[in-house]
């Protein structure tokens, strides 16, 4: 069974920066995509950003320039590194991963982020 766990949520000031980390397990040739969603309260789940496993990335518009996107294929895990942080940003970040470009994604748990002064 494919597992898919986020790490690196928390508490951060307007302008700050925030790592998030996903690992996922249970595949044994990997993930064709990973990335990340997120949603905020009472709004729907958004694509932040994903990354095929030969490093095509895309990202919601919302973010790009201030987010990036990397992934380490070994451990099939995945970073998305957060700066610039704006109050727009608070939301649940949850990480997803797809063996194959017809399987259905993993879900994670999701990770708290919220940025606040």
């Known amino acids: 069974?494919?597992?898919?766990?986020?790490?690196?949520?928390?508490l951060v000031q307007p302008g700050g920066s925030l790592r998030l980390s996903c690992a996922a397990s249970g595949s044994v040739f990997g993930f064709y995509v990973m990335g990340w969603y997120r949603q905020a309260p009472g709004k729907q789940r958004e694509l932040v950003a994903t990354m095929t496993s030969s490093g095509s990335a895309n990202y919601a518009d919302s973010v790009k320039g201030r987010f990036t996107i990397s992934r380490d294929n070994v451990k099939n895990t995945?970073?998305?590194?957060?700066?610039s942080l704006k109050p727009e940003d608070?939301?649940?970040?949850?990480?997803?991963a797809?063996?194959?470009?017809?399987?259905?994604?993993?879900?994670?748990q999701?990770?708290?982020?919220?940025?606040?002064?």
């Open 90 to 96: 608070t939301a649940v970040y949850y990480c997803n």
């Open 78 to 83: 995945v970073y998305l590194q957060m700066n």
């Open 1 to 10: 069974q494919v597992q898919v766990v986020e790490s690196g949520g928390g």
């Open 110 to 117: 999701g990770t708290q982020v919220t940025v606040s002064s």
């Open 98 to 108: 797809r063996q194959t470009s017809v399987s259905n994604p993993s879900w994670g």
